[in-house]
């Protein structure tokens, strides 16, 4: 039999099929995007990504997040490298934006692959259209 992507978890981005009945796997390496429900075009607002905070993640020299990455739709932000050990799989980071997209996050396990998180961004004020 053939393997295929949806077969594979290193193949392509890891998306939790259910976020009600997501698996431990899914809750270990899902990032959690935190935003506030309100912000103005414009304005700088924070964001908070964590990987593991559904379930704790490994965090040791043989498994742990190799990086987070933060996008506005399929905008890059920012990206942050962290090691085993010496780092915890969150980041902080003031954004501001010029109008609304669904915020994305990407973290990679160094065992399990990259995995998306999404947060809809639909309550701002001042937002002018695309």
Known sequence: MEKTCKDDILCGINIAK???GMTDLEKKHTPVIEAPNLAKAGEPFEVV????????????PGHFIEWIELYSGDTFLTRVD??????????????RLTHPHTMKARARCNIHGVWEGKKDLTEFEGFGSC
């Open 18 to 20: 259910d976020g009600k």
């Open 82 to 95: 962290l090691t085993a050990e010496l780092t915890d799989p969150k980041i902080k980071i003031p954004i």
């Open 49 to 60: 990504v964590e990987v593991g905070k559904l379930l704790k993640h490994p965090n040791e």
